[in-house]
């Protein structure tokens, strides 16, 4: 029997990256902060028009998946996209045709 190359634990990696962005709510969090980089929850939840606890745990599953990343400045939280969202952003983009 041949055995994948790829380990159980990369595919429960990759599942928490899909489910992480499986949502148009997620995804358009992260189109925003592709055209805006640095948000705090409140920025985004005004111009998404959603509830704070609405998107405060849309973008806790944002960071659970590693698609989006926290950090402080001042008094505030900002959020950034990390590198696997740009490229999870990119591959959609040039598959948008399809």
């Known amino acids: 029997m041949i055995k994948p190359q790829t380990s159980r634990k990369e595919f429960y990696d990759w599942e928490r990256i899909f489910k992480g ?10 189109h925003l902060l592709e055209k805006d980089p ?23 599953r944002l960071r659970e998946a590693r698609l989006v ?11 950034e996209l990390t590198p696997r ?3 999870l952003l990119n591959y959609c983009k040039s598959h948008n045709d399809e």
Do not use: P, S, W
Not at 21 to 30: V, Y
């Open 85 to 87: 969202a740009i490229t």
């Open 21 to 30: 962005a499986a949502n148009h709510r997620r995804l358009e969090m992260l």
């Open 69 to 79: 990343h926290k950090f402080r400045k001042g008094k505030n939280t900002l959020h």
């Open 38 to 60: 640095r948000l705090a929850v409140d920025e985004i939840i005004t111009l998404l028009k959603i509830n704070y606890q609405t998107g405060a745990e849309h973008l806790r």
